[in-house]
């Protein structure tokens, strides 16, 4: 879930950077605005799900339309040395300064004026992308933001499937990317749950041992939850055990930022289907230094946060007999 930066630098407690390879340093650009250091560190990254995390978690700092706003969009510009990583940064920055204006709400709750500013910003995203596409099509991180500027601009369904196919055939195991598609195709953005359900299988048979694209139908099962349907049937407990062992937990599993995600989603799972002793594992995984991932659908996420967590830590104390706590 996006969220908006203040404009002097403050800890927050979800940190999109905790799990990304030279994070600290990002974070340090970040909060001193510098997109130039952001990118010395982005162009370093190998994991396209890195890359991912960390151009939006920069991209995304004081996205609202203000003075620090305006300033950071002028200077992401102004670091656009025309490398790919540059104009991915500077197109990610208009979708998030759209995104913001637009808001989070329902349709039905945003203003004619705030989809015109909405759009206007993802138009602008979308000639950087297009060219940058064109010129680089193997850039498999400039694909990703596509994907939501399609879902944004309504550009249908079979145009965004196009574009997450293109880079699938880059990264199949690209994990922001298949939650992005996912997105898409939910009810919410006029699919359905079958789509989604059968894009959910698609990615799960196509992973590789240890990926995490079996993951995917956490973020399904925690979509349906969202949308009302609150109790979680033990075929799918089961199987999102199953998915645990077989993704985060494997021992060939390779840690990006989006391990992270998912330990925080399978938490959230393990949460509300209450059992938070097995919620405890994800909790303890990622520390005093948690990313939001979709605990973000709650009204005050983080005090939500860290009271499931430490009922998770008591939880499995109990279970096991020996002493363990929550964190701070």
């Known amino acids: 879930m996006a969220t908006t930066r203040d404009a002097a630098p403050t800890a927050t ?7 990304v390879p030279d994070g600290a340093a990002l974070r340090a650009a970040r909060d001193a605005r510098d997109p130039a250091a952001a990118l010395a560190v982005i162009r370093g990254l190998t994991a396209h799900d890195d890359i991912a995390a960390a151009l939006w978690a920069f991209a995304d700092t004081e996205a609202g339309v203000t003075d620090e706003g305006r300033r950071l969009t002028a200077a992401i510009e102004a670091a656009d040395d025309g490398t790919p990583a540059a104009r991915t940064l500077r197109a990610v920055r208009y979708v998030t ?26 138009r602008r995203a979308e000639r950087v992308l297009f060219d940058l596409c064109s010129e680089h099509p193997g850039y498999a991180p400039a694909w990703e933001p596509r994907i939501t500027t399609a879902r944004g601009l309504q550009l249908g369904h079979g145009e965004a499937r196009r574009r997450y196919d293109r880079l699938a055939a880059l990264d199949p195991q690209f994990f922001a990317a298949q939650r992005v598609y996912l997105q898409q195709i939910l ?7 079958e789509d989604a ?8 048979a196509g992973s590789a041992p240890g990926a995490l694209g079996p993951a995917l139908v956490v973020d399904l099962a925690l979509e349906r939850w969202a949308d009302g349907e609150k ?3 033990p075929a799918m407990l089961d199987r999102v ?11 060939d599993h390779a840690k990006t930022a989006a391990t992270a995600t998912t330990h925080a989603n399978l938490a959230l799972f393990f949460t509300i289907a ?10 303890e995984a990622l520390g005093d230094s948690p990313v939001e991932g979709t605990w973000g659908y709650y009204n005050g ?3 939500m946060y860290r009271a499931k967590r430490d009922e998770a830590a008591k939880a499995a104390t109990r279970s096991a007999g020996t002493p363990t706590g929550a964190r701070a």
């Open 301 to 303: 996420a983080e005090k």
């Open 274 to 283: 209450k059992q938070p002793a097995e919620a405890w594992p994800h909790f």
């Open 241 to 251: 055990r199953g998915v645990a062992a077989a993704t985060v937990l494997h021992p």
């Open 197 to 204: 359900s059968r894009f959910v299988e698609e990615c799960a």
């Open 97 to 122: 300064v759209g995104w913001a204006i637009r808001s989070h709400a329902r349709a039905e709750h945003v203003s004619t004026g705030q989809f015109e500013q909405f759009h206007d910003w993802l």
């Open 13 to 19: 407690f979800f940190d999109p950077l905790a799990h």
């Open 231 to 233: 109790t979680v049937p």
């Open 187 to 193: 009810p919410k953005w006029s699919g359905s749950w």
